[in-house]
């Protein structure tokens, strides 16, 4: 069966605190999910501010190949026309094939935030939807706080779907709208709706916001007793708490309950629209998120490990490509053999029975500090050092480093190293903005005149964690320093009492590393 689905990412997710969208941000999103399937995408509220407006106004210029554009807007004031109602004309202006109105079902919200009648509030949902189907529009009607409203008197609640469908609306969303329902509820009352009001042919949506943590959930429950629109946004964005996660619910839906949403290819792109949603709102992608996250397949375990490594799913509840993810294997103090030998072996390094013997290594540096799986370039060091025949392009002998304040002038550091290239000893010394950066001049010093390519690597972050933060100054950091060069990027640590310690480690493996890579490649 198709289910429809519907975003309002650019409507209810940017309510989430802390997300705007400008114009082209919108007009970006919408083609990207119209390209990948979204049915419905409600653009905004065009009588909230001049930005929506526009959006409307522009996005009729952007052509689509398959979406329906959505204004959504509330019923008509209460004691008003619809004719002279700003926000109704507003809709109207916005000319979409589809318009989406709010209305009250909840005798609270309609005695005690509107304050009028109900039979007023029956004919302002009435009068609204019968508006816009005089117009020629598509009408999703969204019951706002629906299963709340059900709870305090049903009867009522069910008489605004019934305005709602007489009047000729095209669906009746049912909304949780302060997000605290359960699945059993928004069955039970789904399959009231479905029994009492279903019979027409009006379609069934199910709107549901995540304040239990229930959001997809509940709208799975409401598809399973016969909704056949589900309305979210892209990540889950939203007010509070977030509203229901298209991403899951898609996914679900597809592969495990198999309805019919996207094509498998456009399934296949799930994880690009999240990330590419997220990199459009700023926001960090969530690396936990289900099926779309970066660790949503990432296996640590070393029990886990060894059985992937036999049979793939045995770890998985899907094939990660199925929704444009992958497979990973982590390494730290938590792996067995197994995630040492697939880890070296997507590096395309053998390990040729030294398994044992790098695994020994990590755990007792993970019990002094360091990290692993946040540094795959000293993994790949300890693996490429584990081997028999392995020459170390250099050696980093002894080290000074002095950090000097004299009267009124600027602190200065001063670094010297002892390196052995071959046969050949040098000793340099080098300035630094600090003793890390001056540490790293005195090395590269030493090497340029062998390893001219270093000068093409770079030091793109560096990041210090304390570890047993309790001990305050006598504490653990944890170096990190990510590299690269051109396009190749590698991440090593160091851990030590001693911060230039921890960071002469990091700094060791970040600069051997290529040099290893490109002899290799050589
Ligand atoms: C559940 C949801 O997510 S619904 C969408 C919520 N999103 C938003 O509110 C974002 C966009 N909102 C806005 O830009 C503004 O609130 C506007 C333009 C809609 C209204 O602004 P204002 O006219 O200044 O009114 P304000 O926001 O202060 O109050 C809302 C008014 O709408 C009325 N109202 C609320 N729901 C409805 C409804 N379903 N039908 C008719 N009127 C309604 C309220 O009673 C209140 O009227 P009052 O001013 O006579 O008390
Ligand atoms: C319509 C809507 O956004 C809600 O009721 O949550």
């Given at each position: ?60 210029e ?84 629906f ?67 229930l ?13 056949t ?8 964005y939203?007010?509070?708490c ?29 994880s ?20 779309v ?11 886990h ?18 929704v ?37 290594q ?7 500090g ?10 790949e ?49 080098a ?6 950066d ?10 340029l ?16 964690r ?49 040099l ?7």
């Amino acid at each position: 069966m198709q289910i429809f689905l519907y975003d309002t990412t650019l409507r209810d997710g940017t309510q989430r605190e802390g997300l705007s969208l400008s114009v082209e941000d919108k007009l970006k999103i919408t083609m990207m999910l119209d390209e990948l399937g979204i049915h419905y995408i409600e653009g905004g509220w065009p009588g909230s501010n001049p930005k929506d407006a526009e959006y409307f106004q522009r996005v009729r210029e952007t052509p689509l190949r398959q979406a329906r554009v959505a204004a959504f807007g509330s019923t008509r004031r209460a004691g008003g026309q619809c004719e002279d109602d700003a926000n109704i004309q507003a809709l109207v202006a916005a000319q979409t094939p589809v318009v989406t109105l709010v209305g009250k079902s909840s005798v609270l919200h309609v005695e005690q935030v509107l304050e009028t009648t109900r039979a007023e509030n029956l004919a302002m949902i009435g009068e609204s939807v019968a508006y816009f189907k005089a117009l020629g529009k598509e009408v999703c009607y969204d019951a706002e706080h629906f299963f709340d409203g059900y709870k305090l008197d049903a009867d009522y609640a069910l008489s605004t779907l019934r305005a709602a469908t007489e009047a000729g609306a095209d669906v009746l969303v049912l909304c949780d709208t302060n997000g605290g329902s359960l699945p059993h509820e928004v069955a039970a009352i789904t399959r009231v709706v479905r029994a009492q009001i279903g019979a027409s042919a009006t379609q069934i949506g199910i709107h549901t916001h995540n304040d239990g943590a229930l959001a997809v959930a509940n709208a799975m429950a409401a598809v399973q007793e016969g909704a056949t629109q589900v309305q979210g946004t892209i990540n889950g964005y939203g007010e509070r708490c977030g509203n229901m996660d298209l991403i899951p619910t898609i996914a679900n839906l597809q592969l495990k309950l198999g309805y019919s949403c996207v094509t498998p290819e456009q399934l296949a792109r799930l994880s690009e629209l999240s990330h590419y949603v997220a990199a459009i709102a700023n926001l960090n992608p969530d690396d936990h998120a289900a099926y779309v996250g970066r660790s949503a397949f990432a296996h640590k375990g070393g029990i886990h490990v060894a059985a992937i490594a036999k049979v793939e799913h045995s770890y998985q509840h899907i094939d990660p490509t199925l929704v444009g993810n992958q497979k990973r294997v982590v390494v730290s103090e938590l792996s067995g053999r197994g995630n040492i030998r697939l880890r070296a072996e997507e590096l395309g390094l053998h390990l040729n029975g030294n398994e044992r013997d790098v695994l020994q290594q990590i755990k007792e540096r993970e019990s002094k500090g360091y990290q692993f799986e946040a540094a795959e370039g000293s993994f790949e060091m300890l693996v490429r050092r584990s081997a028999a025949d392995y020459v170390p392009p250099f050696e980093l002998l002894d080290f000074t480093v002095t950090v000097e304040k004299r009267g009124n002038n600027e602190i200065t550091a001063l670094a010297t190293v002892k390196v052995r290239v071959g046969n050949e000893l040098m000793h340099t010394a080098a300035d630094g903005e600090g003793p890390v950066d001056a540490l790293d001049a005195a090395i590269r010093k030493a090497l340029l005149p062998h390893y001219p390519q270093l000068a093409e690597v770079r030091l793109v972050d560096f990041k210090v964690r304390i570890i047993d933060a309790h001990l305050g100054t006598a504490a653990t950091p944890r170096v990190l320093i990510e590299s690269a060069r051109g396009d190749e990027r590698w991440s090593t640590t160091g851990a030590s009492p001693n911060i230039i310690a921890a960071s002469y480690q990091a700094l060791w493996d970040s600069l051997e590393l290529p040099l290893l890579r490109e002899l290799i490649r050589k």
